[in-house]
Nanobody, 119 residues
Framework: QVQLVESGGGLVQPGGSLRLSCAASGSIFIINNMGWYRQALGKERELVATVTRTGGTNYADSVKGRFTISRDNAKNTVYLQMNSLKPEDTAVYFC?????????????WGQGTQVTVSS
């Protein structure tokens, strides 16, 4: 059984920063891509950022220059540093990972963590 557990969400003022963490645990052989998605109230889930096992990154245009994704392969953990937060960043943020327990790899999701940007 594989679990993704997120932490670090909360309430922050516009212009502030938050750091999200997501740790994967269980019978993991290898973790391929990891990433963050978000879903605002009444909207569809959207990609925020992804990172490959070797550190290659991809960002949504709306967060480029403000958010930084990184990972620690030794800890099976992915991070999202969010700076210059805006009210439109308010959403539930979900961790995602493509994990091989046994072949083929499968897609796993965390339970989500709320990020609210408001004065």
């Amino acid at each position: 059984q594989v679990q993704l557990v997120e932490s670090g969400g909360g309430l922050v003022q516009p212009g502030g920063s938050l750091r999200l963490s997501c740790a994967a645990s269980g019978s993991i052989f290898i973790i391929n891509n990891m990433g963050w998605y978000r879903q605002a109230l009444g909207k569809e889930r959207e990609l925020v950022a992804t990172v490959t096992r070797t550190g290659g990154t991809n960002y949504a245009d709306s967060v480029k220059g403000r958010f930084t994704i990184s990972r620690d392969n030794a800890k099976n953990t992915v991070y999202l540093q969010m700076n210059s937060l805006k009210p439109e960043d308010t959403a539930v943020y979900f961790c995602n990972a493509i994990i091989t327990v046994t072949y083929p790899p499968a897609n796993y999701w965390g339970q989500g963590t709320q990020v609210t940007v408001s004065s």
